[in-house]
């Protein structure tokens, strides 16, 4: 059975230079569930009893992969009290007040969306707390009483917060936030995502769920090469994010006499790497800092296989001359579009004076560097126009060029999000 598409845009690149303009095509062939043409209703061979569809001059896209998502926190994200659009403490507790109310019957209120320089980057719980564990990469913020504050850096949140917050979810609540952080990308036109911090708890998980993407998998019996749900990588976070003065930067924060190292030291990283390249993984490296950056190139040249597809996450301060060598070394430059935004990082010329955030996500595109674009946990980007917009920003008025400098056609910008 034949079922042919025609008169939209059906997205459709060509790769020979004699048609580097032409991006749409204005018909589509499917026979059975594979597709049999994509170009000109004129030049398709339709059979008589094919079905046709008009598609009345809409826009078809290729399903979405998002990039580098956390399934599980995200699905639990959804159902979160969200603060973006509070700018004061007091906002913020007229917010949680009003949820409290209207969702009487909760055990408990959790939040997302908080941005320091929304509270001028303070956090006070002033919950008691016993001494702290030994937190390489992270630290539980304390005030001057030695009480917790309620404000916790990298590692502290993802090896103590996270696990507490996730022991108190059945697995009910489990399943159901998988569904709806699924359903939630689904209805935003993705067909694939990459998580980038899968856990064991979240696998057995996987494994068990009811799930329909994911019920027929069998770990183990098929080495995790089941082509709706594989492995393909690991991932590596060498430093924080700025906001929090973690990402690792050459020069010191404001305020700090000393600059913020990489988490980890190179020869280990070089180890690291060198092994799951040598098993046939791709490495995903976090890194924000310019130090961290130039680390994470380094090693992935030294010791990764061309053509592995291994990718730098975030790179939102690069040097330039970092910056132009993602190319020409077949590294990856995985980003977010969203971090063009100014209302995300309006504190950084507090924390790293004004001329260096000019060099927030230095010009990263083709031929500079291989793009991957991906959403993660902002929600709103998962809209594809506000996603791929959101570089064309004003701001009292006046057109942002800082994030101008990053601008991608509409065209382009969809190609990156289908690596």
């Known amino acids: ?239 924080g994010v700025v906001d929090g003065c973690t990402a690792a930067l050459y020069q010191p924060y404001t305020g700090k006499t000393h600059p913020e190292e990489p988490i980890w030291p190179a020869d280990m990283l070089k180890e690291v790497v060198h092994r799951a390249d040598t098993a046939g993984l791709q490495c995903a490296i976090h890194a924000i800092g310019d130090n961290a950056v130039n680390q994470a190139i380094n090693v992935l040249s030294g010791v990764g296989t061309p053509g592995r597809r291994h990718k730098i996450e975030h790179l939102e301060l690069p040097t330039s001359e970092d910056a132009k060598c993602l190319g020409e070394l077949g590294i990856t430059a995985s980003v977010q579009p969203v971090h063009s935004d100014p209302a995300l990082f309006k504190a950084w010329p507090g924390l790293i004076e004004h001329d260096r955030c000019q060099h927030q996500l230095r010009p990263i595109r083709p031929p500079t560097a291989v793009l991957g674009l991906f959403a993660g946990h902002h929600l709103a980007c998962l809209d594809l126009y506000v996603l791929l917009h959101a570089h064309v920003l004003e701001v009292g008025g006046k057109t942002c060029s800082q994030a101008l400098w990053h601008c991608l056609s509409l065209v382009s910008a969809v190609s990156y999000f289908l690596l």
């Open 1 to 239: 059975m034949t079922t042919v598409f025609h008169n939209g845009w059906i997205f459709a690149p060509f790769q020979s230079s004699a048609h580097s303009n032409d991006h749409f095509v204005d018909c589509m062939a499917f026979t059975g569930e594979r597709i049999s043409h994509v170009g000109s209703l004129k030049e398709a061979s339709i059979p008589s009893e094919a079905t046709m569809v008009n598609l009345e001059n809409r826009i078809v896209l290729p399903g979405f992969i998002d990039a580098h998502v956390h399934i599980l926190q995200f699905g639990h994200s959804l159902r979160k009290l969200n603060l973006i659009e509070c700018t004061s403490f007091e906002q913020i507790r007229a917010a949680i007040l009003s949820y409290a109310k209207a969702n009487p019957s909760m055990p408990r209120i959790l939040c997302r969306g908080w941005i320091q320089s929304s509270t001028k980057g303070v956090a006070l719980a002033r919950i008691q707390d016993d001494l702290d564990p030994h937190l390489p990469g992270g630290k539980i913020h304390r005030d001057e009483n030695g009480r917790a504050s309620g404000l916790l850096d990298e590692s502290a949140l993802i090896n103590l917060a996270w696990p507490y917050l996730e022991s108190t979810y059945s697995t009910a609540d489990k399943v159901s936030a998988l569904n709806l952080a699924v359903s939630t990308y689904s209805a935003a036109g993705y067909t694939g995502i990459v998580d980038m911090a899968m856990d064991k708890a979240t696998w057995d998980l996987l494994e068990t769920s009811i799930f329909a993407m994911l019920i027929a998998i069998e770990l183990r019996d098929k080495k995790l090469q089941d082509p709706t749900f594989c492995v393909v990588g690991i991932k590596l976070i060498c430093d």
